[in-house]
């Protein structure tokens, strides 16, 4: 894993001083256009470093790591996502029951439609690549290769933990949004598990940023991003989470509950069929 993350400074510094260099040269350059940008390295810098890394420091292949495309994946990844939406539903639904919410506007009274429209589109192309990334990286090569070098339990735990910290550098973080993120990864962690794939943890891991932020207007672990709802938090928050958002509250701890509740509903008769692969073969 030290070799991995080795690679991966490597390439954050070969794909990143060009972009440095290129928002010193361009002092008028979008914002928006760098943040992209910044993603581009991240998902190039994340994706090269794993596939060098598991090819030769494991001398395994990266379709390997749970990357077998084929219609379960696509059904994986789709069902992912409508498991996240019904999540953060649920998270929207009963703040607003509690009167913790207070609507202010909606992006469609404001912007034209072409604005509204490229802002989903945007924010939805942004949670993609912020996805693919976190899990290749955290569910992917990190937990895989820590628990074939410790066991499951250590694999889970602290790959998870190390998903939690890296969010330490977002904006209004406290230790209870921390505590929840680990315990999001162990969530992620086991909807890999269920399915020895990643396409359903990316999927979740997409529709959780996507519905979470643009559709029902949180902030995402701290971070803004297009909303179609702009509205203000009133709740306690311990349990809302505050500015950092949902995961950083009590609230989010039954959600993800229930999140695994319905991810074994879900790969329930894969298990009594026996069509999930072992992990020799994943």
């Known amino acids: 894993m030290s070799g991995q ?8 510094a070969l794909f990143g001083i060009p972009l440095g260099i290129f928002s ?6 979008s914002p928006d256009a760098i943040l ?14 794993v596939y060098l890394a598991r090819k030769y420091f494991d001398r395994r292949t990266f379709v390997s790591l749970g990357l077998k495309w084929d219609s379960r994946a696509l059904r ?3 069902v992912g996502i409508l ?51 976190e899990e290749l990286l955290s ?12 066991n499951l339990f250590w694999g889970v735990l602290i790959s998870s933990l190390l998903f939690a910290l890296s969010h330490l550098a977002n904006p209004n973080w406290s230790w209870l949004a921390i505590v929840n993120l680990t315990a999001g990864g162990v969530f992620l962690a086991f909807a890999y598990l269920r399915t020895r794939q990643l396409w359903l943890p990316i999927g979740i891991h ?26 203000k938090v009133n709740g306690p928050e311990l349990i809302t989470g ?7 509250g009590l609230i989010i701890l039954p959600i993800i509950a229930l999140g695994a509740a319905l991810v074994y509903w879900y790969t329930r008769e894969d298990t009594l069929s026996g069509t999930q692969e072992s992990p020799s073969e994943s």
């Open 36 to 49: 992209i940008l910044g993603l581009l390295v991240e998902l190039f810098a994340v994706t090269l470093s």
């Open 83 to 133: 498991i996240a939406a019904l999540l953060m539903a649920l998270v929207y639904l009963l703040e607003s029951a509690a009167g913790w919410l207070t609507v202010n506007s909606f992006a469609w009274e404001t912007l034209s439609l072409s604005q509204v429209i490229f802002g989903i589109v945007a924010m939805a192309f942004t949670y993609v690549i912020v996805s693919w990334s």
């Open 242 to 248: 505050g500015a950092f958002g949902p995961e950083a």
């Open 76 to 78: 994986d990844g789709v």
């Open 24 to 29: 010193t040269l361009m002092p008028e350059s």
């Open 5 to 12: 993350i080795t690679l991966l400074f490597i390439c954050l």
């Open 206 to 231: 997409i529709g959780w940023n996507f519905f979470q932020g643009p559709i029902f207007g949180f902030p995402v672990s701290g971070t803004d991003s297009f909303i179609l709802i702009n509205h």
């Open 139 to 150: 569910r992917g090569y990190w937990l895989q290769n820590i628990s074939a070098g410790m």
